[in-house]
């Protein structure tokens, strides 16, 4: 369900600052009855506005309520109780009062450096407590204030994805750089103050490392803080992640490959002695500083359940699973076909070695072509933020049969690429067949083998915050 940047307003005979759009009204539930109707507008629950979905569902958790619906011109409303039932109403979003927006000016931050055209979506600086229960996107709680703060202890909205970037609150005011005329609460800016604040709240933290500023011995001290902290599940470590349209921002580099390296042998120095004292790793990398360091994923185990997937950890060792070992392969393929698979730049080269068993098929052409992105610049690596420009532009239409993309390109449980061309629109331009290929490497396979691809939608991909999700940024 997508969220608003504005609060989603609409005529309302009660002068409410905010509505909730009403997308859907289940037949014979108590609103139908009532007459609400989809395209309505819910008003009140329980005699207070309510300002996303979390509260709607607090006030009807109270066993007895009263809601108060009104028709899109705002000239007609009703009200109706329930007891112990559902509603019957599916919103248009799930925050209604508007989304809370960062009051920081990272210059990593991956929106700062979008490059022109896209949705207007894509361009906001999303830092909402209630997205990050939701969701699972990463907040830096610089914008909290007292209320907030109690209403994510009252309400219980555990867990929450924090975005710590360093324990020393010097260096990492002086990597935020928060808005003071944005910061409600100038106790928000100290994020040990925050996390103790927090502390009955699961939470899973994230590093975004920067070459020379938060690694090394300032990286030390901030697992060696967060893996103190009762609350903290989990620290994720992962590299900046840049575009080439960084215009007015400071120089700034990825990480080279004997420093990638490096955070690699200093984070296992740390996952050893946590899995000693305390039977858990802890701390997780980012699968891209193993692919820039050269050095082999750890094995499935490793990663303790994947906790942290969507911030680019552990997924693709959870994509490669175990290989093709045991993989029943045909001698040939009838008739015969030529596929093609498309990869970023960083991850082609295991795809490639992965797939290397079908070469010895009879019949069947593969090839994985790694893609230079050129919608955000060939220094974004990964393959989740290809577009459907960057396929347009280095596949020629007809050369394959059938065209295989990564789900992480597609929005979720949808056909739609990050620039909002779908596969169908690159399967008429093309003039192939195009699809996912699958959800890891054997459905992959599969659907090279049989030449019919996946039937599902993507299980995970670009959401809302898709620029910064994919590069793990905030």
Request: proline share 6%; net charge negative.
């Amino acid at each position: 369900m997508p969220t608003s940047l504005r609060p989603t307003t609409a005529p309302n005979p009660a002068g409410a600052p905010y509505v909730a759009p009403i997308r859907e009204v289940a037949p014979g539930s108590p609103a139908a009855r009532a007459g609400v109707a989809a395209g309505w507008s819910l008003v009140s629950v329980n005699g207070a506005w309510v300002s996303d979905i979390l509260a709607y569902r607090r006030e009807l958790g109270r066993g007895e309520a009263s809601l108060v619906a009104c028709d899109p011109e705002g000239e007609r409303s009703v009200r109706f109780e329930v007891a112990w039932e559902d509603p019957g109403l599916e919103f248009d979003d799930v925050i209604f009062d508007g989304l809370r927006l960062c009051a920081n000016k990272c210059e990593f931050c991956y929106v700062h450096q979008m490059p022109k055209g896209f949705r207007k979506s894509l361009y906001v600086m999303d830092d909402d407590f209630r997205t990050s229960f939701l969701y699972g996107s990463f907040v830096t709680l610089t914008n909290l204030t007292d209320a907030d703060v109690a209403r994510i202890l009252d309400e219980h909205l555990s867990p929450l994805y924090v975005s710590v970037h360093s324990a020393d609150d010097e260096l990492r005011g002086d990597m935020l750089k928060w808005w003071r005329l944005k910061v409600r609460d100038p106790r928000a800016t100290r994020i040990r103050d925050m996390l103790e604040r927090l502390e009955p709240i699961d939470l899973y933290t994230q590093v975004v490392a920067q070459p020379g500023r938060n690694d090394g011995a300032a990286l030390d001290g901030t697992i060696e803080y967060l893996v103190s902290r009762p609350n903290v599940q989990a620290v994720a470590v992962v590299p900046v992640g840049l575009t080439e349209h960084r215009r007015n921002l400071p120089e700034m580099r990825g990480y080279r490959p004997e420093e990638a390296a490096a955070v690699i042998d200093q984070v296992e120095r740390w996952q050893a002695r946590l899995l000693a004292e305390r039977g858990s790793r802890m701390v997780f990398l980012a699968d891209e500083f193993y692919l820039v360091a050269g050095r082999p994923l750890p094995p499935a185990e490793s990663y303790e359940g994947f906790a942290m997937l969507e911030n680019g950890v552990g997924m693709v060792r959870d994509f490669l699973g175990e290989g093709l070992a045991g993989f029943a392969l045909p001698a040939r393929v009838t008739p015969a076909r030529r596929v093609l698979c498309v990869s970023g730049t960083l991850f082609a080269p295991q795809l490639r070695a992965a797939l290397a068993p079908l070469a010895a098929i009879d019949g069947l052409t593969l090839e994985v072509r790694a893609l230079v992105n050129r919608t955000f610049g060939a220094v974004t690596t990964v393959t989740g933020l290809l577009a459907g420009r960057d396929v347009l532009t280095q596949v020629r239409p007809g050369e394959a049969d059938l065209l295989l993309l990564s789900p992480s390109m597609l929005k979720y449980g949808t056909e739609t690429l990050l620039d909002d061309r779908t596969l169908d629109d690159l399967r008429r331009e093309l003039g192939m067949a195009v699809a996912v290929g699958g959800q890891d490497l054997r459905e992959l396979a599969q659907s090279i083998i049989e030449g019919t691809p996946a039937s599902s939608l993507p299980q995970f991909g670009y959401s809302t915050h898709a620029v910064k999700e994919a590069a793990g940024q905030h």
